[in-house]
């Protein structure tokens, strides 16, 4: 299997190096045929790799929360009536950078995997059944935003519900995302950017990922920890 590991997103500093982080994320896929890309925006560079997309940090004029139409199932409803927003706010700017990333890709790959530059691979959890699940079912998504070394180790899959508001009309967990090249269109995500309609984070990936309607997502609570997921974006 070829993949195309995207890391994306803004550099902040964690607890643990970046250079470790980069190479327990490497080991994690060390058993595929896989090339490695970077982007950050060019007001938080901490550490530069080579293949790095170094960009002007977009800057977004409507609210992806209050601003949109688009509906996004009824958890959505109540952040569009909550005014705790800021963050969400800015949740477009991860799918942003790596539809910057997935635009240059030049060469065919089998699946695309989104990490955050803050994202802690496990070393003995065996990636294997989520890239096949993401290539031969929809795509998958994976995370943790807390130290819990029983989560990493052993990801937890959310129940495919409408009742389940963390996989209706979201890819969440969004800390780490793998998808077929065939369920990303580049042309979508600059349109809806353009037209103020792309909604933030988890929807957003969904909004994207899931364009087809069919709902094949899978969401893992685990499998990778982020290490500043409380603030970043």
């Known amino acids: 299997m070829k993949i195309a590991v995207c890391v994306s997103g803004q550099q902040r500093k964690t607890t643990i190096d970046f250079e470790q982080l980069n190479i327990r994320m490497k080991t994690a896929f060390i ?25 002007s940090e977009p800057i977004i004029n409507y609210s992806p929360v209050k601003d949109t139409t688009i509906y996004a199932g009824e958890y959505f409803d109540l952040k569009r009536k909550s005014k705790a927003i800021n963050k969400l706010n800015r949740g477009t700017k991860q799918i942003l950078a790596h539809n910057s990333l997935v635009a240059k890709l030049n060469k065919t790959y089998d699946v695309i995997v989104r990490v955050r530059w803050d994202l802690y691979f496990s070393n003995t959890l065996n ?32 129940l495919k519900t ?63 920890i982020s290490l500043t997921a409380s603030t970043s974006h």
Request: proline share 6%; aromatic share 16%.
């Open 162 to 224: 409408k009742n389940n508001k963390r996989w209706w009309k979201m890819i969440s967990p969004d800390n780490l995302i793998m998808h077929t090249p065939e369920t990303w269109n580049v042309n979508l995500v600059n349109n809806l950017h353009e037209k103020k309609e792309l909604l933030p984070a988890e929807w957003g990936w969904y909004q994207i990922l899931c364009s087809d309607g069919k709902d094949m997502h899978t969401g893992y609570r685990g499998g990778a």
């Open 31 to 55: 058993n595929f045929d896989t090339d490695y890309f970077y982007h950050t925006w060019d007001n938080c560079v901490l550490k530069e790799y080579e293949n790095i997309v170094i960009e």
């Open 127 to 158: 990636y294997s059944p989520f890239l096949n699940k993401a290539k031969h079912e929809g795509p998958v998504g994976l995370g943790f935003p807390r130290w819990d070394l029983k989560m990493l180790e052993e990801p937890e899959e959310y």
